[in-house]
């Protein structure tokens, strides 16, 4: 079982940056690739933005893209969404997800909400003014 710890969220004003991350477990962590997802009241849960494991290969959504950056440490277990000028189509629970590496490729895990092995807890990102 991976366990994916998530931290950061919160509320801020339209235009404003928050950062999230996610530890997990580093024991499984080099067999799976993570990414983050997200889900507005009323709306189907959208991938934001996943990142390969193995080369650091990354892919964002359109309604992203230029505005999130998704990281990782290795050495602290650690993937990060830097989100700037956030808009509040932006908000929503944010979650971070793992998905197996020879499962699909980082393109189809960040479209397909289906294919995620495991779920963070959500954090809550709100954006108003």
């Known amino acids: 079982q991976l366990q994916l710890v998530q931290s950061g969220g919160g509320l801020v004003q339209p235009g404003g940056s928050l950062r999230l991350s996610c530890t997990h477990s580093?024991?499984?962590?080099?067999?799976?690739?993570i990414g983050w997802f997200r889900q507005a009241p009323g709306k189907e849960r959208e991938g934001v933005s996943c990142?390969?494991?193995?080369?650091?290969?990354?892919y964002y959504a359109d309604s992203v893209q230029g505005r999130f950056t998704i990281s990782r440490d290795h050495a602290k277990s650690t993937v990060f969404l830097q989100m700037n000028n956030l808009q509040p189509d932006d908000a929503g629970v944010y979650y971070c997800?793992?998905?197996?590496?020879?499962?699909?490729?980082?393109?189809?895990?960040?479209?397909?909400?289906?294919?995620?092995?495991?779920w963070g807890e959500g954090t809550l990102v709100t954006v108003s003014s």
């Open positions: 997800a793992a998905m197996s590496l020879s499962k699909a490729t980082i393109q189809r895990m960040c479209t397909n909400h289906n294919i995620i092995d495991f």
């Open positions: 580093a024991a499984t962590l080099d067999y799976y690739n």
């Open positions: 990142i390969k494991r193995s080369d650091g290969t990354t």
